[in-house]
């Protein structure tokens, strides 16, 4: 299914639905691929689909959650290693980096639920920032991903595009 952003929506409905639509390419961008496939470092960086999935779901919980003061079950970060987040360990299945960004996705849409746009967190580097700017920045975030993982489905299979075709 293709999730629209609606025309005459609120601004907070307006952000969610867009954050939404990224978030599902992000995984549409999955599909139909092997674990070879999802974990193939296509990069000189090693960038792969599925380390970027295991990135998006460790960033929802941090700016949504860290900010504004939610628990979050343990997250890829490491001080000694910027990547951390992004690689995805060979005792993680795909099912788990899955269910991980799932479970991401979930606790922050019930942070984006209860709170107002102008409600205040403090971010992790210790300035504070609104539910508002979070959203912005979340919306940039996951689009700027969607954008790597489909480069990187191509050079898998040649499969591109922002949605799928089919299913409305």
């Known amino acids: ?9 609120d601004e907070k409905t307006t952000l969610h639905a867009a954050l939404d639509r990224h978030r599902d390419v992000a995984l549409w961008k999955l599909d139909g691929l092997d674990d070879e496939q999802l974990r193939r470092p296509l990069l000189p960086s090693g960038s792969n689909l599925l ?54 996705r979930s606790a922050a849409d019930a942070v984006i639920a209860e709170l107002p746009l102008e409600h205040t967190g403090r971010a992790w580097f210790g300035d504070d920032v609104t539910l508002r700017w979070v959203l912005v920045h ?22 591109t595009g922002d949605h799928p075709t089919t299913g409305g």
């Open 138 to 159: 979340m919306l940039e975030e996951t689009a700027r991903h969607a954008g790597h993982l489909d480069i990187l489905r191509e050079l898998v299979d040649g499969a």
């Open 1 to 9: 299914m293709r999730r629209t952003v609606p025309y005459t929506a």
């Open 51 to 104: 380390g970027l999935v295991k990135h998006l779901g460790a960033v929802e919980y941090g700016w949504f959650c860290h900010t504004f003061g939610r628990e979050t079950e343990p997250l890829p970060f490491d001080d000694d290693d910027p990547d951390a987040d992004l690689r995805v360990d060979a005792n993680e299945t795909t099912a788990d980096v899955l269910a991980f960004y799932g479970r991401a």
